[in-house]
């Protein structure tokens, strides 16, 4: 598919795009669309989904690391809460610190591929808008290891989060 989609650019779409001053698709409403032949139009949509098959792949390729990430981060917390030596407050410190730098790193690329105009276009939101997808993505990306690291530090929180999965873990016996 990547070379005919090769192919296709060569011979046939590069003489059509070397003809034109303007693009043949645009948003915008000031300039003149003109009529695309059909195998232009088809040739155009074919090598555009190949990139788009690319794409895609390369956002799943990114959420499987942000959820790797967040594992970790969850593992770390529960081997910095089982650990049975001293420097405990330090460790502790660092778990926080790396969860705002794990929350500051996933945030910038979330933002950053909102932004992106041919992203926007393919997500089908706002172009340059963080939207409540954004916000629904950050969210889900940062709430398990935000709960971790609160039911670390805080045993009651932690009684509290066990008391809801008693009776599940009752039910599997």
């Given at each position: 598919m990547?070379k005919t ?13 070397g003809?034109e001053p303007?693009?043949a698709v645009s948003?915008?409403p000031r300039?003149?669309?003109?009529d695309?032949?059909?195998?232009r ?11 788009v098959?690319?794409?895609v792949t390369v956002l799943?390729?990114?959420?499987t690391?942000?959820i ?17 030596f001293?420097?405990?407050?330090a460790?502790?410190?660092l778990?926080?610190i790396?969860?705002l730098?794990l929350g ?5 690329v979330?933002?950053e ?11 089908s ?7 409540l997808d954004?916000?629904v993505?950050l969210?889900?990306?940062?709430a398990?290891?935000?709960f ?5 530090q805080?045993p009651?929180?932690n ?7 008693e009776?599940a ?5």
């Open positions: 990547a989609a090769a192919v296709l650019i060569c011979k046939m779409l590069i003489p059509w795009w003809h303007e693009p948003e915008d300039l003149k669309l003109q695309l032949c059909v195998s139009a088809l040739a155009e949509e074919f090598t555009g989904l190949v990139y098959n690319f794409l799943l390729r990114m959420r690391q942000v790797c990430a967040s594992g970790l981060y969850v593992l770390l917390v529960l081997a910095i809460g089982v650990y049975p001293e420097p405990h407050p460790l502790q410190s778990t926080v790396l969860l730098a500051a790193a996933v945030g910038f979330y933002a591929m909102h932004r992106e105009a041919i992203l926007s276009r393919l997500t939101t706002n172009i340059g808008e963080l939207g954004f916000w993505k969210a889900s990306a940062g398990i290891p935000l971790s690291l609160l039911a670390a805080f009651s929180i009684q509290y989060l066990f008391s809801w999965l009776p873990l009752q039910a599997m016996k």
